[in-house]
């Protein structure tokens, strides 16, 4: 692991050489590259000499800076510094989980010509719109505090600040067309009880690509962490 200082924290990343387009593992919201998602897919880049950056966020895992301070704006800019800072000009398949599926679509359309492919697993563009209904005593702890927090479901709290729920409604996808031409694979679990399944075939009727295919798992959940799930993850980015 490795790092260098991009606008006032120090981001890590793991780095990978090799051929075809760079993979990268884009994590979702308090996530980080340690994930076995994002481990299973740097293992496989190694094993097969396949070029492979994960990073982590401003504020999250082992990079600096302040959580309470990230948004999806800042994470974009982020993770394109890190691409830009390890392989200027490479053409990239990006690879999502949960909110790193928005931040996927976002530098995707950015990236433009240079996108070879996009992987989306349990995408969720826009989240703060249809899945964070904030109560009253939460809005009461915004004015205060400027953040609220709320239990996970997966181990400890989610904290949600006022900096990203301002910056996520400057960074909408789903008001109409998603400007990407790229080849994309959407990948969710239809027992998902965060991020509706639905959503991934919203996604696909707005990009503008015409090879696009969503692959639902049945008795998939949320994290798709299982080996079979890890398994149809990597045949899909081996695809593109």
């Known amino acids: 692991m490795t790092s260098f200082d991009h606008n006032g924290s120090r981001l890590a990343f793991r780095f990978t050489g090799g051929d075809g387009p760079v993979l990268v593992f884009l ?3 308090m996530s980080d590259m340690s994930g076995s998602k994002a481990t299973a897919l740097f293992d496989w880049a190694v ?4 070029a492979c950056l994960l990073l982590d966020y401003s504020g999250c895992g082992a990079s600096g800076g302040d959580f309470l301070q990230g948004s999806i ?3 974009t ?8 800072h390890v392989a200027p000009g490479a053409r990239v398949v990006l690879v999502g989980s949960s909110m790193g599926g928005w931040i996927a679509l976002r530098a995707g359309v950015m990236l433009g010509a240079r996108l070879a492919g996009l992987v989306l697993v349990a995408a969720a563009p826009d ?8 109560a009253p005593d939460e809005a009461a702890a915004l004015a205060v505090k400027g953040h609220f927090s709320r239990p ?5 709290d989610y904290l949600y600040s006022r900096v990203f729920l301002d910056d996520a409604a400057a960074c909408r996808m789903l008001g109409g067309a ?8 959407l990948l969710h679990g239809q027992r998902d009880d965060a991020v509706p399944w639905r959503l991934s075939l919203d ?6 690509s015409d090879d696009v295919q969503a692959v639902l798992i049945k008795n998939g959940d949320h994290r798709l962490s299982r080996e079979t799930d890890i398994a149809r993850l990597l045949a899909l980015v081996d695809e593109l």
Do not use: N, Q
């Open 77 to 84: 800019g982020d993770a394109l510094a890190v691409l830009a």
């Open 47 to 50: 094993a097969r000499g396949r």
């Open 178 to 185: 998603i400007a990407i031409t790229a080849p994309v694979r």
């Open 152 to 156: 996970s479901g997966y181990g400890g």
């Open 203 to 208: 996604i696909a009727e707005r990009l503008a």
């Open 127 to 134: 989240f703060p719109d249809w899945g964070l209904e904030i």
């Open 27 to 29: 994590p979702g919201y």
């Open 73 to 75: 704006g800042r994470w």
